[in-house]
C-alpha cells in the first residue's frame, strides 16, 4: 500500500470549499488503484487536505497524470499546497488496520 497525504490553505470560505470538494469527489472514484480517500478540514488552522491510499506506488504516480490532481495543484484557492507520499509498512499495518490491509492485498 502507498499513502499520499495532501495539505493546503484556502482563500474562499469554508463552505465554497465544502460544496466544491462535494463536486469533485466523484472524479476520484476513477483512479485505479485508489483504495480511499478520506478529506480533512480543520477550520481553527485553516488547514484542508486528503488523505489518500492506494494499492501500491505505481497507481499513486498514475494518479498525478490526471486532469483531478493537475486541477489540484493549479487551483489559485488552494494555498501551501504540500503533498507527501509514504510506503505503508505491511506487518504493522495488518495488525492495526486488518479490514484495510486485506483491501489492499
Not at 469527489?25 to 478540514?41: D, E, I, S, V
Not at 501500491?56 to 494555498?79: C, Q
Request: glycine share 8%; proline share 6%.
Amino acid at each position: 500500500m502507498y499513502i499520499r497525504i495532501v495539505t493546503f490553505g484556502i482563500t474562499v470560505p469554508e463552505a465554497a470549499y465544502a460544496a466544491h470538494a462535494e463536486a469533485v469527489a466523484p472524479a476520484f472514484t476513477t483512479w485505479p488503484g485508489l483504495l480511499g480517500k478520506w478529506w480533512l478540514a480543520d477550520a481553527d488552522s485553516g488547514t484542508y487536505g486528503g488523505v489518500y491510499l492506494f494499492t501500491d506506488r505505481g497507481a499513486a504516480d498514475r494518479s498525478r497524470r490526471t486532469d483531478t490532481f493537475g486541477a489540484m495543484t493549479r487551483n489559485p484557492a488552494l494555498t501551501g499546497l504540500v503533498v507527501r507520499e509514504f510506503e505503508v509498512l505491511a506487518a504493522p499495518t495488518a495488525l492495526t488496520a486488518p479490514d484495510l490491509a486485506a483491501a489492499a492485498a
